[in-house]
């Protein structure tokens, strides 16, 4: 009886082991934490804020030559680089997409718009992946990026104002293109006019837009993620999809029955889990 037991258990146990070494050889965190700006060229840095930083997740095999850039959730006060970052990024890698996390400037810059240090490390760090796009294994046509919240408002600054220089050049590397080639909002914040500086107020009455992006012929194509029981409004996300469309820019959209702020990659539920693979299915239907 007892070497059975022990035999059962060390079977159970070499099992989860050999599960545990599947699903991780699958990915490659660095972990280290890149500086997204040469010493002392940071533009505009201000003392209360953080050093901005990317780390790479390349799969360990099996690359699709596509990447996403992922900017977290945090009102530009912080950075929410768990389940809006990390989690987010596994996941990517597993379908054999290389993630990068950006954990741009916080908190706000002060005495200028809210979004302009964030919008300046997005723009570098979009430079930055598509310079080492061959040493990654990364098609330079295939760069996207995913944002929640306040990281989804950063999304569309970077996916429909990429015509815009956020800063002036600090090296050569700013001769490479920041436009992305794809973009994913998620419950992005801050979209409406009305919800401008208050993203959890607004009645869906004006759906103006902010006037921070620019739409153009450079807009990339978009697949949309927001809850219907949001408190920040999803009017904002219908308001960009209604953008696009005029535009003839495809377009995917979905909103989820009963999903608030902030899930992320949290279990959500079963209805709500499958965003990523909605996402994922996009990506493919668009050729990225």
Partial sequence: MFPKMRFSFLSSFLTAFFLFLAFHSTLLCAGEQIPIWPDGKIPNFQDHQTIP???LCVPAEKKSGA???IFPGGAYRKCCDQHEGVRVAQYFNQK???AVIVRYRVARP???AKHLSAWQDAQRSVRLVRSRAAELGIDPEKIGCL??????HL???TAAASQTPAYEPVDELDQVSCRVNFAIPVYPAYVLQECSDRPYSGTGENMKMVTDFTFDAQTPP???IHGDADTVPSWGSLAVYRQLRTMNIPTEMHIYAKAGHGFGARNGGEHL???LDRVHEWMIAMGF
Wanted: proline residues 0%; aromatic residues 12%; negative net charge.
């Fill in 155 to 157: 999304t569309l600054m």
């Fill in 67 to 69: 990447c996403v850039i």
């Fill in 53 to 55: 930083t990317y780390e």
């Fill in 222 to 224: 978009m697949c949309l």
């Fill in 147 to 152: 944002g929640f919240s306040a990281g989804g």
């Fill in 110 to 112: 002060q005495n200028t």
């Fill in 273 to 275: 889990n499958g965003w």
């Fill in 96 to 98: 054999g997409v290389t």
